[in-house]
């Protein structure tokens, strides 16, 4: 264990210009930490790097089996999309198979990830509805649930909607902490996100990875969630996004996701580990070069990934390359 802060280091030609500092823990099951950098102890908002645990009642619901799901519906529930045409299409495909419709997500709406999106919906005088939110698919299941329990579908992002109590159950069981007890914030979608300790945060995602200890319903829901993730890793994230490189390259070693102000998580099922990282400035390009560092550091990233992810290229608008962003040698060595 280490008490140095996880450090990126942007270049500009020889100098450094910026540094992000953070912190991160490599869990296990047992909450036994494997390896840790900075306070973990420390309490940080998952935002949308927990989204597979969210997507654990979904799954154990029967609702994929019920209205004729798959994984591209799994994956999308777990993902942080780009609002390309093919999440947009399977969000409305999706609501109108369980008898609901876009404006039955209570997510917001705001525009595509991709400025060839933008443009496609400028060109056809098109605006964007909540189907284009990054998280409409995270909402998606949230609706799916309510409609298998025969719940109330209006107000499902509150924190005292049965949906919301259901995840807070299932974190509960995974992090081995009472979630009730944890403060929340309101997410950028709208509903609670729970403060949570870093360590226990990678303590969830190492029950995921490894559900020995779990019972047979949420160990069968996280195997099934971390297959999606790899089966369908474009509707995790979008094109040239990083979970969805990871994801499909590292297909059964790994899955990752990440979430607002600089925070990323991970399972490695076949190591049995968690990873939970934040950023403390937030810095999501930062938090991306911190999780490529982790799984290099686990031998797990493989060598022609290494370079693309570990150390991206800087450069200006012409396209000339003025730098690079990198871990410091003061984190990793």
């Not at 597979?52 to 019920?66: D, H, L």
């Not at 009472?178 to 403060?195: M, R, V």
């Not at 991970?266 to 810095?283: E, F, H, N, S, V």
Request: proline residues 5%; contains cysteine.
């Amino acid at each position: 264990m280490s008490k140095n802060p996880v450090v990126i280091e942007v270049t500009r030609g020889p100098v450094v210009e910026s540094r992000h500092e953070g912190i991160a823990a490599i869990v296990k099951a047992d909450g036994s930490v494997v390896a840790s950098w900075g306070d973990i102890d420390s309490v940080v908002l998952p935002r949308s790097a927990n989204k597979p645990i969210q997507a654990m009642a979904f799954v154990e619901s029967g609702a994929v089996e019920k209205f004729g799901l798959g994984n591209e519906h799994i994956s999308l529930s777990c993902a942080s999309h780009s609002g390309e045409t093919r999440h947009v299409g399977t969000v409305k495909a999706w609501l109108k198979k369980v008898g609901l419709g876009e404006g039955d997500l209570e997510c917001g709406a705001h525009a595509p990830r991709l400025q060839s999106s933008i443009e496609a919906m400028a060109r056809a005088n098109e605006l964007p509805g909540p189907a284009y939110n990054n998280c409409s698919g995270k909402h998606s299941g949230f609706l799916t649930t309510a409609v298998t329990y025969g719940e109330p579908t209006k107000g499902y992002i509150k924190y005292d909607h049965p949906v919301q109590r259901r995840l807070r159950a299932v974190m509960t069981d995974l992090c081995g902490s009472n979630a009730d007890d944890f403060q929340y914030g309101t997410d950028g979608c709208g509903i609670p996100t729970l403060a949570t300790p870093l360590k226990l945060l990678a303590r969830a995602m190492a029950s995921m990875a490894d559900p020995s200890r779990l019972s047979n319903r949420h160990a069968e829901a996280a195997t099934r969630i971390r297959a999606a993730m790899n089966a369908e890793p474009f509707m995790m994230a979008g094109t040239g996004r990083f979970c969805t490189r990871v994801n499909g390259t590292l297909q059964g070693v790994a899955q990752v996701k990440t979430g607002a102000e600089g925070v990323f998580c991970g399972m490695l099922p076949t190591l049995g580990l968690g990873i939970a990282l934040k950023m403390w400035d937030g810095a999501g390009r930062a938090a991306e070069v911190a999780m490529a560092a982790l799984l290099d550091h686990l031998g797990v990233l493989p060598a022609a990934e290494k370079e693309a992810l570990e150390t991206p290229q800087i450069r200006n608008v012409v396209g000339l390359l003025v730098g690079e962003m990198r871990p410091a040698k003061s984190w990793l060595g």
